[in-house]
C-alpha cells in the first residue's frame, strides 16, 4: 500500500508505549497495532485528531505516502 503509517517513529521520539497511547486515544492496543502496522484500509478523522492530539504531532508526522512499485511497471 503506498500509504505508510509511522506511528512507530512517533511512540519512540514520545518515549511512549503502544498502550499508553491507545488508553489516551481510546482505542483498543489491538485496533492501535492494526493502524500502527498498516493493515488498516481506513482511519477516521476524529481518530487520527486523538492520535495527533496524544502524540503532539500533525496528521504528516504520522501519515506518508510512497511510490506505488506497480506503477514502474
Known amino acids: 500500500m503506498p500509504i505508510v503509517v509511522d ?3 512517533m511512540l519512540a521520539k514520545r518515549k511512549m508505549s503502544v498502550g ?6 481510546g482505542i483498543t492496543p ?3 497495532a492494526v493502524l500502527k502496522n ?4 481506513a482511519v477516521r478523522f476524529t481518530t487520527l485528531d486523538a492520535l495527533c492530539e496524544a502524540l ?4 504528516g508526522d504520522l501519515l ?3 511510490a506505488d512499485d506497480a506503477a514502474d511497471e
Do not use: M, S, T
Request: glycine share 4%.
Open 30 to 32: 489491538a485496533n492501535l
Open 38 to 41: 498498516g493493515r488498516a484500509k
Open 20 to 25: 499508553e497511547l491507545a488508553e489516551r486515544v
Open 7 to 9: 506511528i512507530d517513529v
Open 64 to 66: 506518508r505516502r510512497e
Open 56 to 59: 503532539e504531532c500533525q496528521p
